[in-house]
């Protein structure tokens, strides 16, 4: 538990909630927000993309989640009890909390939760170290692990891909098959796949009642004004301003830096910024010749000019060039790695290629259809040819990008960003480096794991310090992956939604309402 950061960010909501006291809150109205990418999946354990989060979040909720900060909090359960040995973890549940069916939320289902969890999520690798999950009272949950792990609490409360509760019966349920039940203060309504996702106000709802606590990150008590939130997804930027000046939508994502000019006059639109949205990342293969070849990853990380290449990513929104795996301002951030970002010498890259095994073998570089995705692939491809790599580019909707990037097979080059990475810390990163399901498609690397193993057996910050230093530069002497640098986002909605606050990782429409 991190309470400095909890009352930090219960000051920050506060601050917010004091400045817009002066209007009332209203209850009632249908919420239209227009994404730049859709969803594969709604099923509460199986979903880890930024565009399902958006959607799903406002249904599902968890043990345990994140704050204002990215500090872990109690949000299901009253509080965690870590035991002396770091081996026990009991958490007290909240009773009379109601699931969307009208059950009462008791241990069984969050056993059978967790237990669903732990076999099919894409998250799941942060439960490696549990020994069981027992239900020994009603209302009562018990997590014994096998070995000590000092980041296990916070890979609970990781919004990623969250460890949400359902309904015990749901949890026998097969992948995707489940009645999207859960406790949040909204539920589903209908899914028309490329079409649109409707969420409605669950008044049923049973918001945490803690003296002092204030509504922060995605806990603390969530208040529901609005009927109805329907989500749409719009690739075009152009058309999803539009609607937004037509009166066809209340939010849009992903504003152009130019549009974002232009809407400062409108008096009846209003702008949020999200300096911190993602990173925008290359996957490298390293399981599939000839990005199997280290000089070949090599050359590929020094011939990429950063700064050209997030421009184009932008085009016009916030961005930051910087080599580290977590934000500026974080406590883990540091220069490791640091020499071997934006090196930006296509002389060099080719130098390195000569010493390589390539003989001019076709790489295939997939790109999502994702604007700020095909903009910096354009730049990417462009250094690339002058190399002297062959490349073939295949652009493609996000889900078929992320199904293929999860094989060895037929990729050797994936354009994709890291979101809530950056901004939860270093622990997040370890399921997409190490194990079978690691996002580079490495077959083992045991300096990378022994250094994960330091980071996760201590409590001491400055070993931590140390071990994640040798993680990030393990990840670029390996180029895992190439960093090209930190991306905002600019939101627009219409200036009568009030309460709506831009956070990372997705839309929160609870606490909003329309003036």
Not at 109 to 121: G, H, L, N, P
Not at 345 to 352: D, F, S, T
Not at 371 to 380: I, P
């Amino acid at each position: 538990m991190k309470p400095t950061r909890i009352l930090a960010g219960a000051a920050l909501v506060a601050a917010v909630l004091a400045a817009g006291s002066a209007h009332a809150q209203k209850k009632g109205g249908d919420i239209t927000a227009l994404l730049y990418a859709g969803l594969n999946s709604v099923d509460p354990h199986f979903t880890g993309t930024y565009p399902a989060r958006s959607m799903i979040l406002p249904m599902y909720e968890s043990l345990m989640t994140v704050d204002e900060n990215g500090g872990t909090i109690p949000l299901l359960a009253e509080k965690a009890d870590i035991s002396a040995d770091g081996l026990t973890y009991t958490f007290p549940l909240r009773k009379g909390v109601k699931f969307h069916n009208g059950k009462e939320m008791t241990s069984a289902d969050v056993k059978a939760s967790m237990e669903r969890y732990a076999k099919i999520s894409p998250g799941r690798a942060a439960m490696d170290p549990v020994a069981s999950f027992e239900a020994p009272d009603k209302y009562v949950f018990v997590i014994k692990l096998k070995t000590p792990s000092a980041s296990f609490l916070d890979r609970l409360a990781s919004p990623t891909s969250p460890a949400t509760i359902i309904p015990e019966e749901e949890a026998a349920k097969e992948v995707n098959k489940t009645g999207n039940i859960s406790t949040g203060p909204f539920q589903f309504v209908e899914w028309i796949p490329d079409s649109h996702f409707r969420i409605k106000r669950f008044d049923g709802f049973v918001k945490r009642d803690v003296p002092g606590e204030k509504m922060t990150g995605y806990g603390g008590p969530k208040t529901v004004h609005i009927d109805t939130v329907t989500f749409r997804v719009v690739t075009e930027a152009s058309a999803r301003i539009a609607a937004l000046e037509a009166g066809q939508a209340h939010l849009v994502e992903d504003v152009p830096g130019p549009a974002a000019e232009r809407l400062k006059s409108n008096p009846k639109v209003k702008l949020y910024d999200m300096p911190t949205f993602q990173m925008p990342v290359l996957y490298l293969n390293h399981s599939l010749g000839p990005t199997s070849d280290l000089k070949v990853r090599q050359a590929i990380q020094a011939a990429v000019d950063m700064e050209e290449a997030m421009g184009a990513a932008a085009a016009g929104a916030p961005y930051v060039l910087q080599h580290a795996w977590v934000y500026r301002g974080h406590a883990m951030y540091s220069d490791a790695g640091k020499a071997l970002y934006n090196i930006n010498n296509v002389a060099k890259a080719k130098e390195i290629l000569k010493g390589s095994s390539y003989k001019g073998e076709e790489i295939v570089f997939n790109v999502g259809n994702l604007g700020f995705m095909t903009r910096l692939a354009v730049v990417v491809q462009q250094a690339l040819k002058e190399t002297g790599l062959n490349v073939k580019v295949n652009t493609m909707d996000l889900g078929t990008l992320f199904s293929i990037s999860n094989k060895d097979e037929a990729w050797h080059i994936t354009t994709s960003g890291f979101g809530s990475q950056p901004f939860l810390g270093p622990y997040m990163y370890q399921q997409i480096t190490t194990g079978p399901a690691n996002l580079a498609r490495r077959k083992g690397d045991t300096a990378l794991e022994a250094a994960w193993a330091k980071f996760d057996g201590t409590r001491d910050m400055a070993i931590k310090q140390a071990a994640w230093n040798e993680i990030t530069q393990r990840t670029y002497d390996e180029v895992y992956f190439v960093k090209l640098g930190d991306l905002g986002m600019k939101y627009a909605a219409v200036s009568n939604l009030a309460g709506f606050r831009a956070y990372p990782g997705s839309l929160r429409f609870w606490d909003a309402w329309l003036e």
